[in-house]
């Protein structure tokens, strides 16, 4: 059980911002908030993950909804490379990382 | 910094036959360890996961064990392979409860005829 939901897939144009939803609403308060791509036949790359507040890296931004049930990726300007599968996952205190059928981002030249 | 070492790349094995798959950790200690199975065009499957030196939580019964002899070192294994035991296997270490992130070795294809 994924315990998270997430579009299958989405497209966007190349140099333009890209906003992936993911929906969490039974997380609990110790619950991080997790995000990976993987691209074809590689094992997933972390990107980024956070448990309240909203992070940024040199990959991506992560926000998070203020009651914590939703969060939202942002590549801020998509690349042909960035081109994946992309999985948000609650990460728990039992150590496990379950990992649901994720977004399918496809690029557009 | 931290590497993760997953071998080998690609495997042909027939039905029947034993497996042994191993990933090491370098860089960091007592990592959590996890072994994950992708079937094709499908999602990671979390089959087992180790917080210590014998220590494993498998996930979904199969025909597949692990082992973690050493620290740094997960060891997936089968006595008798299934043609439903193809798969991509990932191996993946993290440094705690959740907060650090989980990263991933290069995978094994794994084909059995």
């Known amino acids: 059980d994924a315990k998270t939901t997430q579009p299958n897939s989405m497209e966007s144009n190349e140099e333009e911002p890209v906003h992936l939803p993911c929906n969490h609403s039974t997380i609990s308060g110790t619950d991080y908030i997790h995000w990976y791509r993987q691209l074809p036949s590689q094992g997933p790359e972390y990107v980024i993950h956070?448990?309240?507040s909203n992070v940024n890296n040199r990959m991506a931004s992560l926000a998070i909804a203020e009651d914590r049930k939703s969060s939202t990726l942002i590549l801020h300007r998509a690349t042909l490379r960035d081109a994946a599968v992309y999985y948000c996952i609650r990460a728990s205190g039992t150590y496990k990382y379950i990992f649901g059928t994720g977004t399918r981002l496809k690029v557009l030249a | 910094s931290q590497t993760i070492h997953q071998w080998p790349a690609t495997l042909v094995q027939p039905v029947g036959s034993p497996l042994s798959l191993e990933c090491t950790v370098e860089g960091t200690s007592n990592p959590n360890l996890y072994w994950y199975r992708q079937a094709a065009g499908r999602g990671l499957q979390l089959l087992f996961y180790?917080?210590?030196?014998?220590?494993i939580s498998s996930e979904v019964p199969q025909n597949l064990s692990a082992s973690r002899p050493q620290d740094r070192q997960f060891i997936l294994s089968s006595k008798k392979l299934l043609l439903s035991d193809s798969g991509f296997y990932l191996c993946a270490w993290s440094t705690d409860t959740g907060g650090g992130g989980a990263f991933f070795g290069q995978g094994t294809r794994l084909t059995v005829v």
């Open positions: 956070g448990l309240t």
């Open positions: 180790s917080v210590g030196i014998g220590q």
